[in-house]
C-alpha cells in the first residue's frame, strides 16, 4: 500500500533554531513530491514540488530536498509566523489514477519567541 | 486573480439532515479535487472532475456521498442522512490538467450533531 510517513508528529523550536522535518514514503516511480504548509483552520498552502532525486527547492527560510525513499523540509533560522503544520504528498503509484494524492499526517511546528 | 473558493466555511447539521458544500475553482483549472480532513490527519482523497467529467472516486465516498460539476465549473458536494463520523473540513482543490500541483480553498468545517 503506498504511504506516507512524517516525523516528527510535532517539533517545538526556539526563534532562530535551525531543524528538518522528514518526509518517507512508499510509492515506486515518484511523480513527484509536494509540501504544503496548513495553519489552524484553513486549507493547505502549496510550497514546494520535488521530481527527482538530488533536487531542491528554496523559498525564504525553508528549503525541501529529495532522495529516493524521503524528503526533507530544512527550516533555517525559524520565526514564530512560521508556526504552522507542514504536510507532504506524493500522487499514488497504481495503474489508472490521474492526481489524487496521499498526504502524510503532517508535522506540526511551533516556534517560540 | 482569485483563489479557490468554498462555501460555506462552516456548517452546523442535525444527524440525519443532507448537506451541500459548494467549490469555486481557480477560473483556468480544469481539475477539481474534493478532499476530507478530520483533526490531527493529512487530507484524504474523496473524488476528482476533469471538466464536468467525475473520474475517479474513493472508496472513502459512500453512496450517501454525491459530488457534482455540471458545465465544468464550480462543484458541489451533498452528503445525505448525515452522521456523525461525517464531522470533518471538506477541502477543495483546483489544478489544471497534467499538474499534479493542486491548490486548496480555505474548507468547509462540517459539524454532525
Known amino acids: 500500500e503506498d504511504q506516507v510517513t512524517q516525523s516528527p508528529e510535532a517539533l517545538r523550536l526556539q526563534e532562530g533554531e535551525s531543524s528538518s522535518l522528514n518526509c518517507s514514503y512508499t510509492v515506486s516511480g515518484l511523480r513527484g513530491l509536494f509540501w504544503y504548509r496548513q495553519d489552524p483552520g484553513k486549507g493547505p498552502e502549496f510550497l514546494f514540488t520535488?521530481?527527482?532525486a538530488g533536487e531542491e527547492k528554496e523559498k525564504e527560510r525553508l528549503k525541501a530536498t529529495l532522495t529516493k525513499k524521503e524528503s526533507f523540509l530544512h527550516i533555517t533560522a525559524p520565526k514564530p509566523e512560521d508556526s504552522a503544520t507542514y504536510l507532504c504528498a506524493v500522487p499514488p503509484n497504481y495503474g489508472g489514477s490521474q492526481g489524487n494524492l496521499i498526504f502524510g499526517k503532517g508535522t506540526k511546528l511551533s516556534v517560540k519567541p | 486573480d482569485t483563489g479557490v473558493s468554498q462555501d460555506p466555511r462552516h456548517k452546523i447539521t442535525k444527524r440525519g439532515q443532507n448537506v451541500t458544500f459548494r467549490c469555486d475553482p481557480i477560473?483556468?483549472?480544469?481539475?477539481l479535487y474534493w478532499y476530507r480532513q478530520t483533526l490531527g490527519q493529512g487530507p484524504e482523497f474523496l473524488t476528482y472532475?476533469?471538466?464536468?467529467?467525475?473520474?475517479?472516486k474513493s472508496r472513502l465516498l459512500s453512496d450517501r456521498f454525491s459530488a457534482e460539476r455540471p458545465k465544468g465549473s464550480f462543484s458541489t458536494l451533498e452528503i445525505q442522512r448525515t452522521e456523525q463520523g461525517d464531522s470533518a473540513m471538506y477541502l477543495c482543490?483546483?489544478?489544471?490538467?497534467?499538474?499534479?500541483?493542486?491548490?486548496f480553498g480555505p474548507g468547509t468545517r462540517l459539524t454532525v450533531t
Open positions: 482543490a483546483s489544478s489544471p490538467a497534467g499538474i499534479y500541483e493542486q491548490y
Open positions: 520535488l521530481y527527482s
Open positions: 477560473s483556468e483549472h480544469n481539475r
Open positions: 472532475f476533469q471538466n464536468e467529467a467525475q473520474l475517479e
